[in-house]
């Protein structure tokens, strides 16, 4: 929960002063933009919410998926990051507070993942967007030692 509760803060500081043509960079040939990356955050991130909040309330809920690269294309992710990462600071808040108290039994509670076609706790959803939202962040830290940022 600590890697999650400091991301927003750490994509605020490592985004920080980047130009329009910079954000528009792709991390890789054919990869996503830094722009593109922050907003797949937040979509991501919203929907882990709903994901915990689903195991919590429900016995076992079955996950509702989505198809992130089009989730990348739309004409929202073409918009300046401080709509998203300041959804990623409430989303990151709200997820925190949630969690602060749960119990043993409340952290392993499970979901169903179709596309995983598996089981989750909501402590595997938790290492999950730790490491979703550090791997993203490091593609963008990459990028700005690459280019020289």
Do not use: C
Not at 72 to 94: R, V
Request: glycine residues 6%; hydrophobic residues 35%; neutral net charge.
């Amino acid at each position: 929960m600590q890697r999650l509760r400091e991301l927003p803060g750490l994509l605020r500081q490592t985004t920080h002063n980047l130009s329009a043509q910079q954000l528009d960079t792709p991390y890789r040939e054919g990869g996503w933009t830094t722009r593109q990356i922050v907003h797949h955050l937040a979509d991501s991130h919203i929907n882990s919410f709903a994901r915990f909040k689903l195991a919590l309330t429900e016995d076992r809920p079955t996950i509702k998926t989505y198809d992130q690269d089009k989730w990348a294309q739309g004409s929202d992710a073409q918009l300046g990051i401080d709509a998203s990462l300041d959804i990623l600071t409430g989303i990151h808040k709200k997820l925190t507070r949630l969690t602060e108290n749960m119990s043993e039994a409340e952290w392993n509670r499970k979901l169903h993942h179709p596309e995983m076609k598996a089981d989750l706790t909501i402590n595997d959803l938790a290492a999950l967007y730790a490491w979703h939202g550090k791997h993203h962040l490091t593609q963008i830290i990459d990028l700005k030692t690459t280019m020289g940022w």
